[in-house]
């Protein structure tokens, strides 16, 4: 299995990680925190992608639910991580075991296969007001003025009372039982010749401009990718700077993109 990826900004810089053993890809997206914590989203993501890792090494056919489960709660004792007080990150895995590629999705970033889109979008589902009038109010031309920043408040306080309930939905966060709610999937190998996984802040622009020719993708080098990526944050600061005709939270997201071709 070979992995390409890239990244805007770069890894240090960024709240969007990605990880490889040498038979799975991990990309987790970090996101702030509901309420101030001395812990960054990045250095949250930064130690559960390492303790995946940890747990893929060490049995490589341990069941991702478990490996994620063992990581959130390591990582929640190292950083000293209340639930509800904690910064969170979305979770996709991508594994290839045997005659068998395993998928997990916790959050919503994206994995592509040749046949289907993997991702949790339990949040979106959520259909919270707050959310839909600030998308409204950005394809309106109203831009990121006060009410905006308003808006996002309220939404990130009635996400907050949901996070990892039963009926709300469920991220990488203080609470290792989120993991028994991840999305995962099998698929045989012969099914399965590429990947790509992809934070919300790639995918979603891409999907937006066209850009997401996935066959074509997956044989992208690492300079194509980092070009994709430029390509993307570009269009957002030159063509979309108040985010009109692509509605978002902020006008730039940190982009992440891993293209895992499963069969070398």
């Known amino acids: 299995m070979h992995v390409t990826t890239a990244q805007l900004p770069p890894a240090h810089a960024s709240d969007d990680k990605i990880f490889a053993t ?9 996101a702030s925190a509901f ?3 001395p812990v960054p989203a990045s250095d949250y993501a930064d130690k559960l992608g390492r303790h995946i890792v940890v747990s893929l090494e060490r049995d490589p056919s341990v ?5 994620l489960r063992s990581a959130i709660e390591k990582t929640a004792e190292e950083l000293s991580l209340t639930p509800g007080d904690s910064p969170s990150s979305t979770v996709t895995i991508l594994r290839r075991k045997g005659p068998s590629v395993d998928v997990l999705a916790l959050g919503d970033s994206v994995i592509v296969l040749p046949d289907e889109v993997v991702t949790d979008d339990r ?6 007001e707050p959310r839909r009038l600030y998308r409204e109010r950005l394809a309106s031309g109203k831009g990121y003025d006060d009410t905006h920043r308003r808006l996002l408040r309220e939404l990130q306080e009635q996400q907050a ?12 966060e203080a609470v290792p039982d989120a993991a028994d ?16 996984l992809a934070t919300d802040g790639a995918y979603d622009v891409m999907t937006h401009l066209g850009l997401d020719d996935w066959p074509v993708l997956s044989k992208a080098d690492g ?7 430029e390509r ?20 730039h997201d940190d982009k992440a993109i891993a293209v895992v071709d499963v069969w070398s």
């Open 181 to 196: 709610h991840a999305v995962t999937a099998s698929f045989s190998v012969e099914a399965v010749p590429w990947a790509v």
């Open 223 to 229: 300079a194509e990718l980092s070009a994709l990526l």
């Open 22 to 30: 040498p038979d799975a890809v991990i990309v987790l997206d970090g």
């Open 161 to 172: 009372v949901r996070r990892n309930a039963e009926g709300g939905y469920w991220i990488a």
């Open 232 to 251: 993307c944050q570009s269009w957002e600061d030159e063509v979309d700077p108040a985010a009109v005709s692509l509605p978002r939270a902020k006008r």
């Open 63 to 67: 069941d991702l639910r478990a490996a």
């Open 35 to 37: 309420r101030p914590v």
């Open 123 to 128: 949040i979106d589902d959520l259909n919270l």
